[in-house]
């Protein structure tokens, strides 16, 4: 039996899709087929360099249009050596649970904010932000994250977290006013919720990475995702999420599938998607 596209409100969406146009942050630049990318989400360790050498991770971020990506690491060195591999620009993230080796608790380092700070201090990298933490709701009491959310709200970083949304909402009483992009729209990545998070938290902002199955079944995109992309356009990246060898060699199947959705979306929906809003949040750095 052939699929059938789910309604929707069409007269709403034109309208949202109107008030996108405002939303369009790269003035000038225009959809191709395909289309160049912010990917706001890349993992770039020395272990994966060793699979995946920066010559080839580079090609392959070439070969898809990716202008300019997220990329946690948890050294200068292996982002010095993915910048001088290719073209694209690279927002560096200092990977803090890679460096130390405690994945899920990394938050029970006492001293953790001042092992940051030093790296920060060295001056090596220019770091944007820091993550992916994976955190579980039980531990965000924990003294080294609030102590971390507050370095990053004094150095203006992002935080990226892969967690709860309790997690989320700590954060938050507890920084107002930091960044914070969610890993894959959240644990519980249900358009109900996002939508409920993203009118809860105005600094929050979404990666969808892991979530074309969602988002995308059968190549329709679902309903509430569309409508969700169009009442929040500003507030969503895209991302691979490549946390092991496999995922950077697969990187151009799974970037397909993200533009699959993509393509479903207004013209300026989905250029702010793609694009626009990455290059917002994390923009090229001036030079005098």
């Known amino acids: ?5 789910p309604a929707r409100p069409h007269h709403r969406a034109r309208r949202l899709a109107g008030l996108a146009l ?9 959809i191709a087929a395909p289309p160049a990318v912010f990917d706001a989400h890349l993992h770039y360790t020395p272990q994966l360099a060793e699979a995946v050498p920066p010559e080839t991770a580079a090609r392959t971020l070439a070969e898809n249009r990716v202008q300019a ?18 073209e694209v620009r ?6 803090i649970s890679q460096r130390l080796g405690r994945k ?23 770091w944007q932000g820091i993550g992916e933490l994976h955190i579980q709701a039980d531990d965000r009491f924990a003294p080294a994250f609030a102590a971390l959310l507050e370095l990053a709200v004094e150095r203006d970083l992002t935080i990226m ?9 700590h954060a938050y009483a507890l920084q107002p006013e930091v960044r914070i992009l969610w890993a894959h729209a959240g644990s519980y990545a249900y358009p ?6 993203l009118e809860r938290h105005p600094r929050l902002h979404m990666d969808v990475s892991m979530r074309n199955p969602r988002i995308n079944p059968e190549g329709v995109i679902d309903a509430a995702w569309f409508e969700l992309f169009l009442e929040h356009p500003e507030r969503f990246l895209i991302g691979v999420d490549t946390f092991s060898a496999a995922r950077w060699r697969e990187y151009g199947r799974l970037k397909g599938e993200t533009r699959a959705w993509l393509k479903q979306l207004p013209e300026p929906v989905a250029r702010a998607i793609a694009f626009g809003n990455g290059e917002r949040l994390f923009p090229p750095a001036t030079r005098p």
């Open 192 to 197: 109900p919720l996002v939508n409920d998070y």
């Open 1 to 5: 039996m052939a699929s059938v596209r």
């Open 90 to 95: 690279v927002v560096p993230f200092l990977a």
């Open 161 to 169: 977290i892969h967690g709860d949304p309790a997690v989320i909402d």
């Open 22 to 30: 405002g939303l369009l942050l790269t003035p000038g630049a225009a």
């Open 69 to 86: 990506a997220l990329v946690m690491a948890p050294d200068a060195q292996t982002i010095h050596a993915l910048q001088a591999a290719g």
């Open 104 to 126: 899920m608790d990394w938050m029970h380092v006492e001293d953790l904010a001042e092992q940051v700070s030093e790296i920060l201090d060295a001056g090596e990298i220019d």
